[in-house]
């Protein structure tokens, strides 16, 4: 019997990588509509990490959590709170009280 080691012991499967960052990055999603009520800069902080590691782990964000931080200034939205929110159409126009911009969100009908 031999023992056989791996190759590359640190090497570990991206998607394995990937789902740990989904894992997390759901978790900061969570935790930033937590804070916001407690202090929404801990919720933008949220977003800001979320975002490095959706980058580094080459992860996809759901269309459900990139609409809740501001394409401009990546700031977390709360509906009603920091950002307007108005139904045109087939797309939904979010308006950032903090920059002032826009960002549209088209949405498949069911
Ligand atoms: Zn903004």
Do not use: W
Request: proline share 2%; hydrophobic share 30%; glycine share 4%.
């Amino acid at each position: 019997m031999t023992n056989r080691r791996s190759k590359h012991p640190h090497k570990k499967k991206s998607e394995e990588f990937q789902l740990i960052a989904k894992e997390r990055i759901k978790k900061l999603f969570e935790q930033g509509v937590e804070m916001f009520n407690t202090d929404s800069r801990f919720s933008d902080r949220y977003i800001e990490l979320a975002r490095k590691i959706a980058m580094k782990y080459k992860v996809k964000l759901t269309s459900a959590q990139k609409r809740m931080f501001c394409k401009h200034c990546y700031s977390f939205l709360m509906p009603g709170k920091n950002c307007i929110v108005r139904l045109t159409g087939k797309t939904i126009t979010y308006s950032c009280k903090k920059c002032k911009k826009f960002t549209r969100i088209g949405y498949k009908s069911k």
